[in-house]
């Protein structure tokens, strides 16, 4: 079993920082590919950022260069940096985690086994 649990999100102006992180059970999450995904109200989930443990990151076109995905194997956490928010970065941010997935290549939500329950990111403008 693995368990994911993401810190609790905020409410920010635009052009501010948040700094998500998601936590696994024990080292599980650190030979799997993790991802934060993103649902805003009436969209679809969206793939943000995902990063593979044994190395690798990638980003979706429209937070590129905004945000930074990043790990700390000490705490067995992931986190997401997220900068230059704007309005339309509003949405649920969900961690994700495949623990058979090395190649850690897609954004599809149905390919990832794991997730945690979700935390509310706003950006006023």
């Known amino acids: 079993q693995v368990q994911l649990l993401e810190s609790v999100g905020g409410s920010v102006q635009t052009g501010g920082s948040l700094r998500l992180a998601c936590t696994a059970s024990g080292d599980t999450i650190l030979s799997a590919c993790v991802a934060w995904f993103r649902q805003a109200p009436g969209k679809e989930r969206a793939g943000v950022s995902r990063l593979f443990v044994g190395g690798g990151t990638a980003y979706a076109d429209s937070v590129e260069g905004r945000f930074t995905i990043s790990q700390d194997s000490a705490k067995n956490a992931v986190y997401l940096q997220m900068d230059s928010l704007r309005p339309d970065d509003t949405a649920v941010y969900y961690c994700?985690?495949?623990?058979?997935?090395?190649?850690?290549?897609?954004?599809?939500?149905?390919?990832?086994?794991?997730w945690g329950q979700g935390t509310q990111v706003t950006v006023s403008s």
């Open positions: 994700a985690a495949d623990p058979r997935d090395y190649s850690c290549a897609f954004f599809a939500a149905a390919r990832y086994p794991y």
